[in-house]
């Protein structure tokens, strides 16, 4: 079985240019989430959906990031324009149900931007 | 508001001696606790979860966690550390409200 799919994995950019990233969950898994992890940090959870619904974008910076998942199966993370500090690693999880339920998270491997 | 600390940023033990990674979180409600592991240039890995089942958790790689009410803590053990033990280890807390945070994670060094 496939695990999560991002990409691309490396990505760089110039400030104030745009930049999506995509993501691909494990197949029937109706959560998904979207973290930022910085340099020695841990990851911050972004955005979560289930099924096709934000259900917790409350951490995303509506002023320039942006995410769909349109059919409930893979999801895009936008960020327009980008600034020097959204240097970071963008993560992408799934799993079957909630966290808050005892459920796994599986990751995809992430990518690295690099706003210069 | 739940939270996690993580009270170690790194931790070193000599290879074969045990491993202690400490974890305390404050939660309104009975929560869900992870620990999951980082190793360089791979993605997330779950080690175990508590699930409220039993208050001692055995995960994968010979780690344990055991979970005290009393003292809001969730630490991660091994008894004996392994050279590809080394990785950045983190305590992710859910709760009843779905949030979920991640600790800052210790980094683990294993001395040979």
């Known amino acids: 079985e496939a695990g999560v799919v991002q990409s691309p994995r490396y990505k760089i950019i110039e400030k104030k240019q745009p930049v999506a990233f995509w993501c691909n969950p494990i197949?029937?898994?109706?959560?998904l989430y979207w973290y930022r992890q910085n340099l020695g940090q841990g990851p911050e959870l972004l955005i979560r959906?289930?099924?096709?619904?934000?259900?917790?974008d409350s951490q995303l910076p509506k002023d320039r990031f942006s995410a769909e998942r349109l059919k409930g199966v893979d999801s895009t993370l936008k960020i327009q324009p980008a600034e020097l500090g959204d240097s970071a690693v963008y993560l992408c999880?799934?799993?079957?149900?909630?966290?808050?339920?005892?459920?796994?998270?599986?990751f995809g491997p992430g990518t690295r931007l690099t706003v210069l | 508001a739940q939270s996690v600390t993580q009270l170690d940023s790194h931790v070193s033990v000599s290879e074969g001696t045990p491993v202690l990674l400490r974890c305390n979180y404050s939660?309104?409600?009975?929560?869900?606790l992870f620990w999951y592991v980082q190793h360089p240039n791979k993605g997330l890995q779950l080690l175990l979860k508590?699930?409220?089942?039993?208050?001692l958790v055995k995960g994968i790689n010979g780690f344990e966690a055991e979970f005290k009410k009393s003292e809001t803590s969730f630490h991660l053990t091994k008894p004996s550390a392994h050279m590809s033990d080394a990785a950045e280890y983190f305590c992710?807390?859910?709760?009843?409200?779905?949030?979920?945070?991640f600790g800052k994670g210790t980094r683990l060094h294993i001395l040979p």
């Open positions: 939660s309104s409600y009975s929560p869900s």
């Open positions: 197949s029937g898994h109706n959560t």
């Open positions: 508590y699930t409220s089942a039993a208050t």
């Open positions: 992710v807390v859910s709760d009843h409200n779905d949030k979920i945070i």
């Open positions: 959906y289930e099924n096709e619904e934000a259900v917790d």
């Open positions: 999880a799934s799993s079957h149900g909630l966290a808050s339920k005892y459920n796994e998270q599986f």
